[in-house]
Protein backbone atom coordinates (compact mmCIF):
# COMPACT_ATOMS: atom_id res chain seq x y z
CA UNK A 1 0.00 0.00 0.00
CA UNK A 2 1.50 3.55 -1.28
CA UNK A 3 1.30 6.26 1.03
CA UNK A 4 -1.33 8.38 -1.23
CA UNK A 5 -3.77 4.92 -0.22
CA UNK A 6 -2.94 4.75 3.41
CA UNK A 7 -3.72 8.83 3.70
CA UNK A 8 -6.52 8.10 1.66
CA UNK A 9 -7.69 4.99 3.82
CA UNK A 10 -6.81 7.35 6.97
CA UNK A 11 -8.71 10.51 5.95
CA UNK A 12 -11.71 8.25 5.18
CA UNK A 13 -11.71 6.49 8.77
CA UNK A 14 -10.85 10.05 10.74
CA UNK A 15 -13.18 11.93 9.15
CA UNK A 16 -16.56 9.91 9.44
CA UNK A 17 -15.26 9.05 13.26
CA UNK A 18 -14.71 12.94 13.49
CA UNK A 19 -18.83 13.34 11.38
CA UNK A 20 -20.41 10.55 13.83
CA UNK A 21 -19.47 12.24 17.30
CA UNK A 22 -22.88 14.24 16.29
CA UNK A 23 -24.60 10.77 17.34
CA UNK A 24 -23.97 11.57 20.87
CA UNK A 25 -25.75 15.12 20.46
CA UNK A 26 -28.58 13.00 18.32
CA UNK A 27 -28.74 10.52 21.56
CA UNK A 28 -29.37 13.32 23.59
CA UNK A 29 -32.12 14.98 21.36
CA UNK A 30 -33.91 11.43 21.49
CA UNK A 31 -33.10 10.51 24.89
CA UNK A 32 -34.76 14.37 26.07
CA UNK A 33 -37.14 14.99 23.51
CA UNK A 34 -35.45 18.66 23.10
CA UNK A 35 -32.17 20.41 21.76
CA UNK A 36 -31.35 22.19 24.89
CA UNK A 37 -27.78 23.02 25.27
CA UNK A 38 -27.28 21.64 21.44
CA UNK A 39 -26.38 24.30 18.52
CA UNK A 40 -28.18 24.01 15.15
CA UNK A 41 -25.78 25.69 13.06
CA UNK A 42 -22.78 23.23 13.41
CA UNK A 43 -24.58 20.46 11.71
CA UNK A 44 -26.17 22.95 9.18
CA UNK A 45 -22.92 24.55 7.95
CA UNK A 46 -21.30 21.33 7.85
CA UNK A 47 -23.44 19.44 5.64
CA UNK A 48 -23.36 22.66 3.36
CA UNK A 49 -19.69 22.64 3.22
CA UNK A 50 -19.91 18.95 2.69
CA UNK A 51 -21.34 18.97 -0.57
CA UNK A 52 -19.39 21.97 -1.85
CA UNK A 53 -16.00 19.01 -1.55
CA UNK A 54 -18.66 16.38 -2.86
CA UNK A 55 -18.89 18.63 -5.86
CA UNK A 56 -15.36 19.68 -6.10
CA UNK A 57 -14.05 15.82 -5.42
CA UNK A 58 -16.82 14.81 -8.48
CA UNK A 59 -14.72 17.42 -11.10
CA UNK A 60 -11.55 16.24 -9.74
CA UNK A 61 -12.73 12.78 -9.79
CA UNK A 62 -11.27 11.53 -6.10
CA UNK A 63 -13.17 8.85 -4.66
CA UNK A 64 -11.75 9.73 -1.30
CA UNK A 65 -13.33 13.54 -1.59
CA UNK A 66 -16.54 11.91 -2.65
CA UNK A 67 -17.01 9.32 -0.43
CA UNK A 68 -16.24 11.39 2.84
CA UNK A 69 -18.50 14.23 1.96
CA UNK A 70 -21.04 12.26 0.41
CA UNK A 71 -21.67 10.12 3.51
CA UNK A 72 -20.85 13.32 5.79
CA UNK A 73 -23.67 15.31 4.24
CA UNK A 74 -26.48 12.38 4.70
CA UNK A 75 -25.29 12.44 8.37
CA UNK A 76 -25.50 15.85 9.36
CA UNK A 77 -29.09 15.72 7.15
CA UNK A 78 -30.41 13.13 9.81
CA UNK A 79 -28.76 15.92 12.67
CA UNK A 80 -31.07 18.50 10.56
CA UNK A 81 -34.13 16.64 10.51
CA UNK A 82 -33.87 15.37 14.19
CA UNK A 83 -32.80 18.47 15.40
CA UNK A 84 -36.19 20.14 13.65
CA UNK A 85 -38.38 17.47 14.80
CA UNK A 86 -37.16 18.39 18.52
CA UNK A 87 -36.83 22.07 18.75
CA UNK A 88 -39.61 24.55 20.28
CA UNK A 89 -37.99 27.18 17.42
CA UNK A 90 -38.96 25.61 14.54
CA UNK A 91 -39.46 29.12 12.44
CA UNK A 92 -35.63 30.25 12.82
CA UNK A 93 -34.45 27.01 12.26
CA UNK A 94 -36.39 26.50 8.59
CA UNK A 95 -34.77 30.28 8.03
CA UNK A 96 -31.60 29.31 8.55
CA UNK A 97 -32.33 26.13 6.32
CA UNK A 98 -33.63 28.31 3.81
CA UNK A 99 -30.64 31.04 4.12
CA UNK A 100 -27.90 28.12 3.49
CA UNK A 101 -29.49 26.65 1.14
CA UNK A 102 -29.82 29.51 -1.09
CA UNK A 103 -26.26 30.09 -0.95
CA UNK A 104 -25.96 26.49 -2.12
CA UNK A 105 -28.39 26.30 -4.64
CA UNK A 106 -27.12 29.66 -5.92
CA UNK A 107 -23.47 29.03 -6.09
CA UNK A 108 -24.17 25.42 -7.64
CA UNK A 109 -25.77 27.08 -10.36
CA UNK A 110 -22.90 29.33 -10.94
CA UNK A 111 -20.36 26.52 -11.15
CA UNK A 112 -22.67 24.85 -13.20
CA UNK A 113 -22.93 27.55 -16.01
CA UNK A 114 -18.85 27.97 -16.00
CA UNK A 115 -17.30 26.23 -18.28
CA UNK A 116 -15.44 22.71 -17.19
CA UNK A 117 -11.75 23.16 -16.31
CA UNK A 118 -8.95 25.03 -13.88
CA UNK A 119 -11.23 28.14 -13.38
CA UNK A 120 -14.29 26.30 -11.90
CA UNK A 121 -11.99 24.14 -10.25
CA UNK A 122 -10.12 26.98 -8.89
CA UNK A 123 -13.09 28.82 -8.04
CA UNK A 124 -14.65 26.01 -6.35
CA UNK A 125 -11.63 24.97 -4.56
CA UNK A 126 -10.86 28.64 -2.92
CA UNK A 127 -14.59 29.00 -1.63
CA UNK A 128 -14.36 25.41 0.00
CA UNK A 129 -11.29 26.40 1.64
CA UNK A 130 -12.63 29.34 2.58
CA UNK A 131 -15.63 27.51 4.14
CA UNK A 132 -13.43 25.20 5.68
CA UNK A 133 -11.39 27.91 7.67
CA UNK A 134 -14.38 29.49 9.02
CA UNK A 135 -15.72 26.35 10.55
CA UNK A 136 -12.20 25.53 12.15
CA UNK A 137 -12.03 28.78 13.36
CA UNK A 138 -15.60 29.25 14.37
CA UNK A 139 -15.02 27.93 17.70
CA UNK A 140 -12.29 30.72 18.69
CA UNK A 141 -14.99 32.99 20.25
CA UNK A 142 -15.57 29.58 23.08
CA UNK A 143 -11.80 29.13 23.51
CA UNK A 144 -11.47 32.44 24.81
CA UNK A 145 -14.63 32.54 27.07
CA UNK A 146 -12.62 29.20 27.95
CA UNK A 147 -9.54 30.87 28.89
CA UNK A 148 -11.22 33.65 30.86
CA UNK A 149 -13.19 30.97 32.97
CA UNK A 150 -11.20 28.42 33.28
CA UNK A 151 -14.10 25.59 32.63
CA UNK A 152 -13.86 23.34 29.61
CA UNK A 153 -16.73 21.38 30.48
CA UNK A 154 -18.34 23.24 27.30
CA UNK A 155 -15.59 21.43 25.30
CA UNK A 156 -15.20 17.80 23.09
CA UNK A 157 -12.33 15.74 24.14
CA UNK A 158 -13.05 13.06 21.73
CA UNK A 159 -14.21 15.61 18.83
CA UNK A 160 -10.84 17.55 19.65
CA UNK A 161 -9.12 14.09 18.90
CA UNK A 162 -11.25 13.52 15.98
CA UNK A 163 -10.23 16.77 14.78
CA UNK A 164 -7.00 16.47 15.13
CA UNK A 165 -6.60 13.41 13.36
CA UNK A 166 -8.32 14.15 10.55
CA UNK A 167 -6.93 17.80 9.94
CA UNK A 168 -3.54 16.24 10.03
CA UNK A 169 -4.91 13.27 7.49
CA UNK A 170 -6.47 15.80 5.07
CA UNK A 171 -3.25 18.14 5.69
CA UNK A 172 -0.81 15.40 4.35
CA UNK A 173 -3.02 13.86 2.08
CA UNK A 174 -3.53 17.46 0.12
CA UNK A 175 0.09 17.89 0.04
CA UNK A 176 0.61 14.30 -1.58
CA UNK A 177 -2.00 15.54 -4.14
CA UNK A 178 -0.10 18.83 -4.84
CA UNK A 179 -3.35 20.24 -3.78
CA UNK A 180 -3.27 23.75 -1.55
CA UNK A 181 -7.18 24.23 -1.46
CA UNK A 182 -7.33 20.09 0.36
CA UNK A 183 -3.95 21.09 2.09
CA UNK A 184 -4.25 24.97 3.37
CA UNK A 185 -7.55 25.09 4.87
CA UNK A 186 -6.59 22.00 7.42
CA UNK A 187 -4.02 23.99 9.34
CA UNK A 188 -6.07 25.98 11.11
CA UNK A 189 -8.00 22.73 11.99
CA UNK A 190 -4.77 21.38 13.33
CA UNK A 191 -3.97 24.61 15.48
CA UNK A 192 -7.40 24.87 17.37
CA UNK A 193 -6.65 21.19 18.01
CA UNK A 194 -3.49 21.94 19.68
CA UNK A 195 -5.13 24.60 21.66
CA UNK A 196 -7.99 22.50 23.03
CA UNK A 197 -4.85 20.01 24.16
CA UNK A 198 -3.59 22.79 25.71
CA UNK A 199 -6.77 24.04 27.71
CA UNK A 200 -7.95 20.20 28.49
CA UNK A 201 -4.14 20.26 30.22
CA UNK A 202 -4.29 23.38 31.47
CA UNK A 203 -7.58 23.09 33.29
CA UNK A 204 -7.72 19.83 33.51
CA UNK A 205 -8.29 20.33 37.32
CA UNK A 206 -11.65 21.11 36.67
CA UNK A 207 -13.15 18.12 35.58
CA UNK A 208 -11.72 14.87 37.12
CA UNK A 209 -13.15 13.14 34.12
CA UNK A 210 -10.73 15.09 31.57
CA UNK A 211 -7.85 14.73 34.73
CA UNK A 212 -8.32 10.63 34.12
CA UNK A 213 -8.13 11.27 30.03
CA UNK A 214 -4.64 13.36 30.68
CA UNK A 215 -2.83 11.36 33.04
Known amino acids: MDLLHLLSWACIVFTLGMFSTGLVDLKKMQKSKSTDNIQFLPFLTTCANNLGWFYYGMLKRDQTLIVVNLIGAFLQSIYIL ?3 K ?16 TVVTSAGLYFSYLAPGDLVLNQLGLVC ?12 VDLVAIVQSGNVQRLSFPLTVATFFTSTSWFFYGQQLDD ?34 LV
Open 82 to 84: VYF
Open 180 to 213: YYVMVPNLPGILTSIIRFYLFWRFAHVSPTYKSM
Open 86 to 101: YTKQKKNVLFQVLVIS
Open 129 to 140: SMATVGVYLSPL
